[in-house]
């Protein structure tokens, strides 16, 4: 039986992709991928997610984890990157190459996505999508099925597997067309449509891309998830330092712990943020991450004792600090050091 391999997002435009074709009587696989800057989070509970999205959508769905590629990709995307750290066409392509090196392991031949020409400002524009085709080199086996016949036709239409005159003719921002198909599905609990992944992000990008100023040993999906969570320092001897916000973000901060890295929290169990400190050699970054802890539990006067475990184990006495010695190591503020 025809099998395509379809790139789904979890976003309405990917399940109707993989929906318009299952109603042609052809299988269809689903892959997702998933890096630290999307999705990551799901490859802690893979079963869960693949049984969601068979129960309300039909749909089988594989995660594929693309940090490592995607990570080489964003330092030095060919097509250059958005208005903040995305690289949105270069990430098209590697989703769409990944997918075309993994037909034969699924048995597919050809590729599905759930992309809609004009939809996005960079990376579904007539031209972009010509542009994805032929730098993944997947001309003749990349399936754009709800906006197919604005596309040359694929091998699996000119062999009358999927008949195009079938599929819809999405174009532009409009999304009413969509929402009527899924509604013809059956479908009416699906997500709202995302703005892009954290690269997109004004702030979050930015911190990704000044780690991109490091040396590639720290350019890691450690490293980037610890920028991402909570309120991150670079402190004067190299340490960094996040710090929790709320009780959820402390709780992803101390999952992350990892060998040599040492936890702060506020002493006798008292509540307050929990920090994670990386990279620090000097007893000065240890210090000063204590004080910036104590400092941002604030409603402990004096200052309360703060307790190191970890790469040191330890209490430390902090004194008060001034909200504005503390904002020069924030890792958004500082410039120019590695
Ligand atoms: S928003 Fe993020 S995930 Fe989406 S295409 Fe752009 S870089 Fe890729």
Not at 37 to 47: A, I, K, R, S
Request: charged share 25%; hydrophobic share 40%; net charge neutral.
């Amino acid at each position: 039986m025809t099998k395509g391999l379809a790139l789904f997002s979890g976003g309405l435009d990917s399940i109707l992709a993989c929906k318009v074709i299952q109603a042609q009587g052809v299988e269809v696989q689903a892959i997702k991928f998933v890096s630290p800057f999307f999705d990551y989070d799901l490859l802690q509970n893979e079963g869960l997610y693949q049984q969601t999205i068979a129960d309300k959508y039909g749909i089988k769905v594989d995660l594929v984890d693309v940090s490592d590629e995607y990570l080489k990709m964003l330092a030095e995307p060919a097509h250059g990157y958005g208005k903040n750290f995305n690289p949105c066409i270069d990430c098209k392509i590697l989703f769409i190459s990944k997918a075309k090196s993994l037909l034969n392991h699924y048995g597919a031949s050809f590729l599905i996505t759930g992309e809609v020409v004009g939809q996005r400002p960079m990376s579904q524009r007539k031209d972009t999508l010509r542009v994805i085709e032929r730098d993944s080199s997947t001309d003749d086996i990349l399936l754009r099925p709800l906006c197919s016949q604005s596309q040359n036709p694929t091998a699996i239409e000119r062999q009358g597997i999927i008949k195009r005159d079938k599929l819809p003719r999405f174009s532009g921002r409009n999304r009413t067309p969509q929402i009527e198909l899924a509604r013809e599905f059956g479908i009416t609990d699906f997500p709202t449509p995302a703005g892009g992944c954290v690269l997109t992000e004004e702030l979050r990008a930015a911190r990704i891309k000044r780690l991109f100023t490091f040396d590639p040993q720290f350019i890691t999906p450690q490293n980037i998830l610890f920028l991402l969570t909570g309120r991150v320092f670079l402190l004067p001897q190299g340490g960094w330092f996040t710090l929790g916000r709320a009780e959820t973000e402390n709780e992803a901060i101390e999952a992350m712990q990892q060998q040599g890295d040492s936890i702060l929290r506020i002493s006798n169990d008292r509540p307050g943020p929990l920090g994670l400190l990386r990279y620090a050699a000097h007893d000065s970054d240890f210090s000063l991450a204590a004080t910036i802890t104590a400092h941002y539990a604030k409603k402990i006067i004096p200052p309360p004792d703060v307790e190191i475990s970890g790469a040191q184990t330890r209490t430390i006495q902090v004194e008060s600090i001034l909200l504005e010695e503390i904002e020069k190591h924030l890792w958004a503020n500082i410039k120019g050091r590695k």
